[in-house]
């Protein structure tokens, strides 16, 4: 069962509580048996055990749970892009870090529809942005932010290459989990490749 991350106090609020992850850990596991496109929220709410009524208190569609768990992943995610930013000595060693870390994630998370799915099979894009994804984007900007002033990073604007790079990782995420095998290094040295690769023709800080 997904993680939550904070304790509530009344029986009411652990109750919301338990059904929105209820909610969630039952669509994860029907996307990845069935699909996306051919899941229904019938279905969901048939693994769940609860009313139709009690879900649509929590969501309004397939969509706005999918939106859920993307969310959920971000926030996840966001603990184990600060570490990997402690962690790194150089804007290089940042990239490649985090860049693993998060196709290492992606990989883990999906197992189930990854065991279950037919290669080629892509799933839904996001639109839109989260809190829990503007918190990694914001995550993503300030490590650029620190780079730039240390002079190890192109004299960029941040907004635009923090895009970037969340950007190239996603797609390159999403093509990588729809393959076999799922080779998280290849896709790791040739993202990292990208967004190296398209910084050399950017200004240096202090140029």
């Avoid at 969310?71 to 790194?88: H, M, T, V």
């Amino acid at each position: 069962m997904s993680e939550v991350a904070y304790l509530p106090v009344g029986k009411r609020e652990q109750t919301k509580v338990a059904n929105r992850l209820a909610i969630l850990d039952a669509a994860r596991e029907v996307f990845g048996e069935l699909g996306y496109e051919t899941a229904t929220v019938r279905d969901i709410i048939r693994r769940t055990g609860l009313a139709a009524g009690t879900f649509y208190n929590y969501f309004k569609s397939k969509d706005e749970v999918y939106v859920a768990l993307a969310s959920e992943g971000a926030r996840q995610f966001a603990p184990l892009l600060k570490a990997q930013r402690a962690q790194s000595a150089n804007w290089e060693e940042f990239v490649h870090a985090a860049i693993e870390a998060y196709f290492l994630f992606l990989a883990d998370a999906h197992k189930s529809w990854l065991a279950q799915r037919p290669p080629g099979e892509m799933q839904p894009h996001v639109h839109g942005e989260t809190p829990e994804m503007t918190a990694v984007f914001n995550e993503v900007r300030e490590a650029i932010v620190d780079e730039i002033a240390r002079g190890g990073a192109p004299a960029a604007d941040p907004d635009y290459l923090a895009a970037a790079c969340i950007a190239i990782a996603r797609e390159v995420g999403e093509k990588m989990i729809a393959r076999r095998p799922i080779d998280t290094k290849g896709a790791t040295e040739f993202a990292v490749a990208m967004i190296q690769g398209g910084l050399k023709s950017l200004p240096k800080a202090g140029g």
